[in-house]
C-alpha cells in the first residue's frame, strides 16, 4: 500500500517521464479538490504532506527503494503541482501553464530548487524541492494571469 501511494497508484513506475505522468494524475486531483473551499483544499493538502512525509521516511527505513529520491516516487509532484494550482481558478489555460511551468521549474531545478534537491537527502527534501518548484510556478503563473492577460 506504501508503495502503491508514493508511486500515484504506480504511475511512478512508468519507464519513461514518471515524474511528469506523476503530475499528470494531480491534474484530475486539482479538479475533484476545484469544488471545494480554499480551507478544505489546504487542509488536504497538509494531510497529504504530512502523511506522505511519514509514508517516505517509513519506506525508508524498510528499504523500499534503491534510493533515498526514487524515480518512480511521484507522491512529491502531484504534491508540488497542488501546492499552488489550489489557489487558482480552473481552466483550461490555467492548467496547461501550470503544468508546464511546474515541469520546466522541477526539471532545471534553478536555485534554491538544486540546493534543496542536492544537500536534503531526506524525506522532507523530497518533497521540499517540488514544493519550492511549485511557489516559483506558482508566482510566475500569477504574474502571467494577472499581468500580461489584460
Known sequence: ???????????GKIKYAP????????IPIY????????L???IFL???FFLSLYLLQYSYAKKF???IDDGSIVIDEIIGFLCFMI?????????????????IFDILKPYPISLIDTK????????LDDIVAGVFSGVILFIIIHVFSR
Open 19 to 26: 515524474g511528469t505522468f506523476g503530475t499528470l494524475l494531480a
Open 120 to 127: 536534503m537527502k531526506n524525506p522532507l527534501g523530497v518533497l
Open 31 to 38: 479538479l475533484l479538490l476545484f469544488q471545494y473551499d480554499t
Open 40 to 42: 478544505l483544499k489546504i
Open 87 to 103: 489557489f487558482f481558478d480552473y481552466n483550461f489555460y490555467t492548467i496547461v501553464l501550470g503544468f508546464t511551468l511546474f515541469r
Open 65 to 67: 527503494f534503491k534510493n
Open 46 to 48: 497538509l494531510i497529504l
Open 1 to 11: 500500500m506504501i508503495n502503491f501511494i508514493l508511486t500515484g497508484f504506480y504511475i
